[in-house]
C-alpha cells in the first residue's frame, strides 16, 4: 500500500467573482489488484469499476447521438466496448448524420436547420 495524493480544482468564475480553489488530499492506495481486494473487497472494486464504465459509455453514447449517429450505428460501435480499451473513434457519414439530427430536432430546431442550409446553397 501506498499513500497517494489527490488534487482537485475549482476554475475560478467571473462571472460569479470567485477565485480557483483547489485542495488535496492523502489517501491510501493499492499497489496491485489482489492488495484493492483485501483493502476494500471485490464488491466495492466491482461496483465502482462498473459505475465508472457506465458513466464513459453514457458519455460516448451522448456525443455519438450529437454527431448524428442512430441506435444501430451506436451499438455497433459500441455493443463491443471492453472496460478499459479504449475505443476507436467511428467515422461518421455527415449527410445522414445531419438527417439524423434533423430528425431528432424540435419543429424550432428543424427551421433554423433549413434556414442555416439556404443560406449555405446561396453563398
Known sequence: MVKKDIVARVPANKEKGTKEMAAT??????????????????EALLSNAFANWRVTLQSN????????????????????AKMGVAQVGAKVDAEQAFINKFKSATPEQQAKML????????A
Open 115 to 122: 434556414a442555416t442550409l439556404k443560406k449555405a446553397a446561396q
Open 61 to 80: 453514447i451522448r456525443s455519438s447521438l450529437k454527431s448524428g449517429m442512430d441506435q444501430a450505428a451506436i451499438q455497433s460501435k459500441l455493443g463491443s
Open 25 to 42: 488530499i492523502s489517501v491510501d492506495y493499492a499497489d496491485n489488484v489482489k492488495e484493492a481486494v483485501q483493502m476494500f473487497g471485490e
